[in-house]
Nanobody, 124 residues
Framework: QVQLVESGGGLVQAGGSLRLSCAASGRTPSNYGMGWFRQAPGKEREFVASINWIDSSTYYTKSVEGRFTISRDNAKNTVYLQMNSLKPEDTAVYYC?????????????????WGQGTQVTVSS
């Protein structure tokens, strides 16, 4: 069984920064694609960013390009999401997820394991 635990969320003013972490434990080799998704109140869960294991390629939704950076430390089984220049519209619960292969995806259905989520609130 794989467990994913997110941390690093909180309340920040617009323009500020946060770094989210996602630590994997259990029977979890690190050679899987990883992703971050978010869900705002009343909205569907949406893709934010992902990173392949096989070549470390990264992918972002357009609204966060240039502001967010996804990275991974395979030795620590941890994935990070550095969020800069935060906007009120970034307010959501952020979830990390582990993919089904060494490639990542923008589709939630391609992820087998999910964390419990961490709240990010950006005030204006």
């Amino acid at each position: 069984q794989v467990q994913l635990v997110e941390s690093g969320g909180g309340l920040v003013q617009a323009g500020g920064s946060l770094r989210l972490s996602c630590a994997a434990s259990g029977r979890t080799p690190s050679n899987y694609g990883m992703g971050w998704f978010r869900q705002a109140p009343g909205k569907e869960r949406e893709f934010v960013a992902s990173i392949n294991w096989i070549d470390s390629s990264t992918y972002y939704t357009k609204s966060v390009e240039g502001r967010f950076t996804i990275s991974r430390d395979n030795a620590k089984n941890t994935v990070y999401l550095q969020m800069n220049s935060l906007k009120p519209e970034d307010t959501a619960v952020y979830y990390c997820a582990r993919g089904r292969s060494s490639y990542s995806s923008t589709y939630a259905s391609e992820y087998a394991y999910w964390g419990q989520g961490t709240q990010v609130t950006v005030s204006s």
